[in-house]
């Protein structure tokens, strides 16, 4: 903590997972402020001790301090494997003006599976999973325009690697995944437009569409692409 604007610093506290009842939960999210002061973190856990290894899937550990960061203990978890097939990690945490928690995290697949996103009445002990219509391949950071939207920056894996971002209402309905255009040099490409997708890849200006769809969940599931 720093009370003369960063040049100087006391320490007030350290979080070890395992000691707070949880496990050495690591890219932790930012520290999360709830209306009654406390805070949350909220770090992600690979049941085998590292990725892909095990199960489950990773997950995330929510732990929770009344003290202002002195100590920390296990408040929740946020497991979206087996029933959502999601291994997640990267979280950002905010809070509705319902009082609800709204949380967004990353996907571990690489292919294009969806990120996730998902909201908590109990202050982060119990959480309820939805899939957002994009995939999201790193860190996400989200927060409140003041429209009342949420802008969610994070980093995408679809195509080259790149910073993205979605603007959107914290309540939307969850949606299918749509096609993700990602197109090299290609600027006069026209891409998605008025329902149509449009491929220009004949290579005379030197551009190159790339299209991606949502892969399938399980080697039984097929894509049906009409």
């Not at 945490?93 to 009445?121: Q, W």
Request: glycine share 12%.
């Amino acid at each position: 903590r720093s009370t003369d604007r960063g040049v100087s610093w006391d320490r007030i506290g350290s979080l070890n997972g395992t000691e707070a009842g949880g496990n050495p939960a690591v890219v932790r999210s930012r520290v999360h402020e709830l209306k009654d002061g406390s805070w949350l973190i909220s770090g992600a856990w690979y049941p085998g001790g590292k990725p892909w290894v095990g199960t489950k899937g990773e997950y995330l550990e929510i732990f929770r301090s009344t003290d202002r960061g002195a100590t920390w203990k296990l408040h929740g978890t946020l497991q979206a494997y087996p029933d959502h097939l999601h291994s997640i990690s990267e979280p950002t945490i905010l809070t509705l003006p319902d009082g609800r928690l709204l949380l967004f995290a990353r996907e571990n697949r690489h292919d294009g599976f969806r990120g996730i996103k998902a909201y908590s009445s109990d202050s982060g002990q119990t959480w309820e999973v939805q899939e957002l219509p994009f995939c999201i391949h790193g860190r996400t950071h989200a927060g409140f325009l003041p429209d009342g939207r949420i802008m969610l920056t994070f980093r995408s894996g679809i195509g080259h690697q790149a910073l993205w971002a979605w603007i959107g209402d914290p309540l939307e309905e969850p949606r299918p995944s749509a096609a993700s255009g990602v197109h090299y040099n290609d600027a006069g490409s026209v891409g998605i437009k008025d329902g149509e997708l449009h491929i220009d890849s004949d290579g005379h200006r030197g551009q190159f569409t790339q299209y991606y769809f949502r892969p399938p969940t399980t080697p039984e599931c097929s894509l049906d692409i009409t």
